[in-house]
């Protein structure tokens, strides 16, 4: 029984390129969610997605940052040309379609290096 | 306006209780309480979950008072290995994204 998985574990990209997150939830959860948490600080809320659907993007920033959580295949959070404020822990987390409570499962992240 | 107040951090020993009390004083009706631990470069791992009086299960409790306006998540004889940061949260389940403080960041001494 797979938890969430997220990869790559370590992204490294060049200031201007495009850097592409992937995250597979656990099998039988339709909610994803995705977290940005800078050093020492706690877990900032990006975007959160129904299969096919955005239903909170409140935390995304308006400009380079996109999601997606196709029907088949994992949910995706891209960042085009990616700057130095860019770098940080990327962690998703999913949840089964009635959400019993409030329990989110998360994977180990994705460390995101802007160099 | 932060809907949960946690200490920023605590220092605590080998072997003692340690309890971290989180304040929401604006909780709603529907909203459950959930406490996550999370270690360096790992993501957030589940807890404990509430609503009221006290849940118990295999590695804390959690303490919930009739007025629900804080929680005390309580972990027994701690080890070196319960030093992490720990969430507090509140939320009812709807079409939202969960909110993360900056936790308590809990360390343990020998």
């Known amino acids: 029984n797979a938890g969430v998985m997220q990869n790559p574990r370590h992204l490294v990209r060049r200031r201007g390129q495009e850097a592409r997150l992937r995250c597979s939830p656990m099998?039988?959860?339709?909610?994803v969610y995705w977290y940005r948490q800078l050093p020492e600080e706690g877990l900032k809320f990006m975007v959160y997605?129904?299969?096919?659907?955005?239903?909170?993007e409140s935390g995304m920033p308006k400009e380079r940052f996109s999601a997606e959580f196709p029907k088949e295949g994992p949910s995706i959070l891209r960042i085009q040309q990616v700057v130095r404020g860019d770098s940080a822990a990327y962690f998703c987390?999913?949840?089964?379609?009635?959400?019993?409570?409030?329990?989110?499962?998360f994977g180990s992240g994705t460390q995101l290096s802007v160099l | 306006l932060a809907k949960t107040t946690q200490p920023i951090s605590m220092d605590s020993y080998e072997g003692q209780e340690v309890n971290i009390t989180c304040s929401h004083n604006?909780?709603?009706?529907?909203?459950?309480i959930t406490w996550y631990q999370q270690f360096p470069s790992q993501g957030p791992r589940f807890i404990i979950q509430?609503?009221?009086t006290k849940v118990t299960n295999e590695v804390a409790s959690l303490f919930i008072p009739a007025d629900r306006k804080s929680s005390t998540l309580s972990l027994p004889r701690v080890s070196l290995s319960d030093t992490a940061v720990y969430y507090c949260?509140?939320?009812?389940?709807?079409?939202?994204?969960?909110?993360f403080g900056k936790g308590t960041h809990l360390i343990i001494q020998p």
């Open positions: 604006n909780i709603a009706t529907n909203d459950y």
């Open positions: 509430g609503y009221k």
């Open positions: 987390a999913s949840s089964p379609l009635d959400r019993e409570g409030e329990k989110l499962f």
């Open positions: 949260l509140v939320e009812g389940g709807g079409a939202d994204g969960l909110t």
């Open positions: 997605l129904q299969k096919e659907n955005i239903i909170d």
């Open positions: 099998k039988g959860h339709s909610h």
